[in-house]
């Protein structure tokens, strides 16, 4: 589906006398998961956002839709208005506490102007869900291999090998998202050399798809410790004996002095158990303290020896999309400050 369609659905799914009220929108441009801007009139009143556009919204998605309403509405004075597939109850009711105005195609509708006031929410869609096809770039090794493209440019043009190598893949699927990357105009070619389009949206795209696909399934478990204050004394670690890397909250503090962890995230090799031991660890379901996932790339390849990086914190990319993938106002704050030093795409 493109953005056209996205409208065409949800204006469908609206009652006949609220349909009738809308105009027809401008919308540029209109290629699907694009931003960019759209108006149009509702009782002849003009309306004009800045667009995001998502085949769905979930948690994943609120904190970079928090971010980017937030950074444009400071910058430009405009709102934002997010249009996609479907927003459930939970998180329309955070778009509408955050003032971010929403349609989706099942007829759920949140606009707020000086002159027009809309709020429709519950609408369930009455269209049978159908299977799209799935597009590589955002499955599980799709996510890996964007994390390498992401943090160099030297990733790009090193060998498909090398390239699985460097984040533990087949390198059979290299050549599939390399295909569907330039398919989505996220790639192009110029004097040989493979260069990345549109960074900044790719990198949110990214940070989502991570949250939502991939961490869930890099998790060992939670963990408390009756012994070791964590949270108090985590940056007294040693981390090497365990070839460990901290994430999340805790690799938030060690980028920007900033933010105090609530909760720490560290990541591990697979087989290593010596944390558990040193740090005298107890499984919970209750109150965790730190939550354990597994390095998923190889941290021993160049291009992530070479990352701008914090001593014993994960890359800045990925503390950043974990960080923004919490919908917590101070973590996004966080991320925010990490992208502006250590990220700072500018396309």
């Known amino acids: 589906m493109n953005v056209?369609?996205?409208?065409?659905?949800?204006?469908?799914?609206?009652?006949?006398?609220?349909?009738?009220s809308f105009g027809k929108p401008n919308i540029m441009p209109i290629e699907a998961n694009e931003q960019g801007t759209i108006n149009f009139?509702?009782?002849?009143?003009?309306?004009?956002?800045?667009?995001?556009?998502?085949?769905?919204?979930?948690?994943?998605?609120?904190?970079?839709?928090?971010?980017?309403?937030?950074?444009?509405?400071?910058?430009?004075?405009?709102?934002?208005?997010?249009?996609?597939?479907?927003?459930?109850?939970?998180?329309?009711?955070?778009?509408?506490?955050?003032?971010?105005?929403?349609?989706d195609t099942s007829g759920n509708v949140y606009i707020n102007q000086p002159d027009v006031y809309i709020m429709r929410l519950g609408a369930k869609s009455k269209?049978?869900?159908?299977?799209?096809?799935?597009?590589?770039?955002?499955?599980?090794?799709?996510?890996?291999?964007?994390?390498?493209?992401?943090?160099?440019?030297?990733?790009?043009?090193?060998?498909?090998?090398?390239?699985?190598?460097?984040?533990?893949i087949?390198?059979?699927?290299?050549s599939i998202i390399i295909n569907e990357l330039i398919k989505s105009n996220y790639l192009h070619e110029s004097r040989g050399k493979k260069i990345l389009n549109k960074k900044n949206e790719l990198l949110q795209?990214?940070?989502?798809?991570?949250?939502?696909?991939?961490k869930p399934k890099l998790k060992i478990g939670d963990y408390t410790s009756k012994t070791i204050p964590l949270i108090k004394d985590?940056?007294?670690?040693?981390?090497?004996?365990?070839?460990?890397?901290?994430?999340?909250e805790a690799a938030g503090n060690l980028y920007t002095n900033y933010l105090s962890p609530a909760k720490l995230t560290l990541f591990v090799p697979e087989k290593s158990k010596n944390w558990m031991r040193d740090l005298k660890l107890i499984p919970t379901d209750d109150k965790a303290e730190i939550e354990v996932l597994r390095i998923f790339?190889?941290?021993?390849?160049?291009?992530?020896?070479?990352?701008?990086?914090?001593?014993?914190?994960?890359?800045?990319?990925?503390?950043?999309?974990?960080?923004?993938?919490?919908?917590d106002s101070r973590n996004i704050e966080t991320a925010q400050r990490i992208f502006d030093e250590y990220i700072q795409f500018t396309d």
């Open 205 to 214: 795209r990214w940070a989502i798809a991570f949250n939502e696909r991939l």
């Open 41 to 103: 009139q509702f009782n002849n009143q003009p309306i004009d956002y800045k667009l995001m556009v998502f085949p769905n919204v979930g948690h994943g998605a609120l904190g970079f839709i928090k971010q980017a309403a937030s950074a444009y509405r400071t910058l430009v004075g405009k709102d934002s208005f997010v249009l996609t597939r479907n927003i459930y109850p939970k998180i329309a009711n955070e778009l509408v506490e955050a003032g971010i105005n929403f349609m």
């Open 127 to 168: 269209t049978p869900v159908t299977k799209e096809l799935k597009s590589r770039l955002f499955s599980d090794s799709g996510i890996k291999v964007l994390f390498g493209m992401l943090q160099s440019e030297e990733f790009l043009n090193i060998s498909y090998r090398e390239m699985a190598d460097a984040v533990n």
């Open 4 to 20: 056209i369609d996205y409208w065409t659905a949800a204006m469908t799914a609206l009652p006949k006398e609220l349909r009738l």
């Open 170 to 174: 087949s390198p059979s699927s290299i």
């Open 297 to 327: 790339w190889n941290k021993n390849h160049p291009i992530f020896k070479e990352v701008k990086s914090v001593p014993f914190t994960v890359p800045p990319l990925l503390a950043y999309a974990e960080l923004i993938g919490t919908n």
């Open 234 to 248: 985590f940056k007294k670690f040693d981390l090497d004996p365990w070839e460990a890397f901290w994430g999340g």
